[in-house]
C-alpha cells in the first residue's frame, strides 16, 4: 500500500524552527519528486515547494525563501521541511505529497495525513 | 503568479443533482490544471489530472474539462460522500496554485 506520514509537528514560538519528516512506503520513492502543501486553520491549500527525485532542484513559494528548506533522503524514503524564523503565518497542517507526471502535466498523489504546526507565543 | 478563481465559492445541491465548479486562470496553464476533493480533517484526494484525466478509483460521476484558462469539474449525480470542498491547481508554472475552494453542501 502506497503511503506518506508525516511527523514533526507542534508548537513553535515565533522565531523558532521546526524539522518536519515525511516516510514514503509501497513505491520507489527515489523515482518520485516530492511536495510540501500546507493549509492554515479553515484555509484553502497552499503549495510550499518541491524537490527533484535526487535533491538536484528545490522550489519555494516567496513566502517560505529563505527560511524553509526540503529535502530528502532516499536511502531512508523520507522528506523533510526544515522550517526557520517561523512566524504566526506559518500555523497550519502541512502535508507532504508525491508527485506523479506525463509528459509536462504534474499532480499530487498520494497525500500524508498532514502534521499540524502551531507558531505561537 | 498565476491566480486560479473558483465559482462558486459555495453550492447547495441534493442528491442526485448534477453540479459544475467552474475554475479560471489569470494566464493560461495549458492543460496543466488538477483537481481534489478534501472532506473536513483529512488530506486532499486526488480526483482529475490534466485537466480531463480521471484518477484510477475515482467514480465516473466525475468529469473534468477545459483548456487554457477555463477548467470545469462536473459531478454527474451527487452522492453523499461527495459533500466536500473542491479545489482546483495549476501546475504549469512555479509558484503552484490552488483555487480558494468550493464548498458543496446539501
Known amino acids: 500500500e502506497v503511503q506518506l506520514v508525516e511527523s514533526g509537528g507542534g508548537l513553535v514560538q515565533p522565531g523558532g524552527s521546526l524539522r518536519l519528516s515525511c516516510a514514503a512506503s509501497?513505491?520507489?520513492?527515489?523515482?518520485?519528486?516530492m511536495s510540501w502543501v500546507r493549509q492554515a486553520p479553515g484555509k484553502g491549500l497552499e503549495w510550499v515547494a518541491n524537490?527533484?527525485?535526487?535533491?538536484?532542484?528545490?522550489y519555494y513559494v516567496d513566502s517560505v525563501k529563505g527560511r524553509f528548506t526540503i529535502s530528502r533522503d532516499n536511502a531512508k524514503n523520507s522528506l523533510y521541511l526544515q522550517m526557520n524564523s517561523l512566524r504566526a503565518e506559518d500555523t497550519a497542517v502541512y502535508y507532504c505529497?508525491?508527485?506523479?507526471?506525463?509528459?509536462?502535466?504534474?499532480?499530487?498523489?498520494?497525500w500524508g495525513q498532514g502534521t499540524l504546526v502551531t507558531v505561537s507565543s | 503568479d498565476i491566480q486560479m478563481t473558483q465559482a462558486p465559492s459555495s453550492l447547495s445541491a441534493s442528491l442526485g443533482d448534477g453540479v459544475t465548479i467552474t475554475c479560471r486562470a489569470s494566464q493560461s496553464v495549458s492543460s496543466c490544471l488538477n483537481w481534489y476533493q478534501q472532506k473536513p480533517g483529512k488530506a486532499p484526494n486526488l480526483l482529475i489530472f490534466?485537466?480531463?484525466s480521471l484518477q484510477s478509483g475515482v467514480p465516473s460521476r466525475f468529469s473534468g474539462s477545459g483548456s487554457g484558462t477555463d477548467f470545469t469539474l462536473t459531478i454527474s449525480s451527487l452522492q453523499p460522500e461527495d459533500f466536500a470542498t473542491y479545489y482546483c491547481q495549476q501546475s504549469c508554472s512555479i509558484p503552484w496554485t490552488f483555487g480558494q475552494g468550493t464548498k458543496v453542501e446539501i
Open positions: 509501497g513505491f520507489t520513492f527515489s523515482n518520485y519528486w
Open positions: 505529497a508525491s508527485l506523479r507526471y506525463s509528459s509536462t502535466w504534474y499532480w499530487a498523489d498520494p
Open positions: 524537490i527533484k527525485q535526487d535533491g538536484s532542484v528545490k
Open positions: 490534466a485537466a480531463s
